[in-house]
Each structure stands twice: as C-alpha cells, then as structure tokens.
C-alpha cells in the first residue's frame, strides 16, 4: 500500500492488511488492527538548512551514545533500540533518524521484545522524500521526544 505525507513531504509503502492512522499532527502510524506485530511510526521535519538531514543523524549520533549508524536501503540513519515493560508485557522499540536534504525522519518501530524489525526497514528502504514542497511550518528536530511507547 502507499501512503503520500500531507504536504508530499515524503512517500512509503507499507504491508498490505496494515492502516494509517494520523498518531499527531506530524507523525503517522502504521499496523495492523487485525493481528499486531508491530506499530511503525514517521515524523518528517524540514529546516531551511540545505544539510539538515544529515545534520540531524549527526547529532543523534553524538547525543544518543547507544546509536550507530547503519544503512536501510539508501538512508544512512542513526539507529538505537530500548526495551521497556507496559502492563506485565515487555517491547522494544528501534528507532532510525535518518533524512536528506532540508528533510529529517524520524522512524520507530515498537514491537513485543524479541519481535522482528525487517517490517520496518523494509517501509524504510521505500521512503522517498519529495525535496521541493512546501511547508506552512518549520518544526525543529531537536524538540522531538524520542520515547514512543505502544
């Protein structure tokens, strides 16, 4: 299935059987009501800087001292997993800041703890950004809360 962000600030394709679901204003949320294994979730942030996603895997990368960089497809992307227990059940959640251009993302998938990321990176590896459109607003990378729960 493909999804085109508001604005088309970015296109993906996602498994068939999953939905869309708008989580917040900018982020998105992706899985499937009929049997879970897992919610993907996209934030896209534009700057006026020309190296703005760049500039935002290098800092994840300094900030978050458990991230490395690894590449999905094109996308090279900080990456990052945490585990945390909700209600007696315990999930991990892996998370990918990754973008070009005037464009960042942030992508995270949360799935039961052992639970297989390649859904996710494969949603990854079909994201393309559309570099020239146009935004009402400018949200700073920086103030994004990391933590994602289920």
């Given at each position: 299935?493909?999804?085109?962000?508001?604005?088309?600030?970015?296109?993906?394709?996602?498994?068939?059987?999953?939905?869309?679901?708008?989580?917040?204003?900018?982020?998105?949320?992706?899985?499937?009501?009929?049997?879970?294994?897992?919610?993907?979730?996209?934030?896209?942030?534009?700057?006026?800087?020309?190296?703005?996603?760049?500039?935002?895997?290098?800092?994840?990368?300094?900030?978050?001292?458990?991230?490395?960089?690894?590449?999905?497809?094109?996308?090279?992307?900080?990456?990052?997993?945490?585990?945390?227990?909700?209600?007696?059940?315990?999930?991990?959640?892996?998370?990918?800041?990754?973008?070009?251009?005037?464009?960042?993302?942030e992508c995270s998938f949360t799935v039961?703890?052992?639970?297989?990321?390649?859904?996710?990176?494969?949603?990854?590896?079909?994201?393309?950004?559309?570099?020239?459109?146009?935004?009402?607003?400018?949200?700073?990378?920086?103030?994004?809360?990391?933590?994602?729960?289920?």
């Amino acid at each position: 299935m493909k999804y085109i962000s508001p604005g088309g600030w970015f296109s993906l394709e996602y498994p068939m059987g999953w939905h869309e679901f708008e989580d917040t204003e900018e982020s998105f949320l992706f899985y499937n009501p009929d049997r879970w294994t897992g919610n993907f979730r996209i934030s896209a942030y534009k700057d006026e800087a020309a190296d703005y996603g760049p500039q935002c895997i290098a800092y994840e990368l300094k900030e978050n001292t458990s991230s490395t960089l690894v590449k999905v497809g094109k996308w090279d992307c900080a990456y990052s997993a945490e585990t945390f227990q909700e209600e007696g059940a315990w999930y991990t959640t892996h998370i990918w800041v990754t973008g070009e251009g005037d464009l960042s993302f942030e992508c995270s998938f949360t799935v039961s703890k052992g639970g297989d990321k390649h859904p996710a990176e494969e949603i990854i590896r079909s994201c393309r950004s559309a570099r020239r459109c146009k935004s009402p607003a400018v949200r700073s990378f920086r103030s994004v809360s990391w933590k994602s729960g289920r």
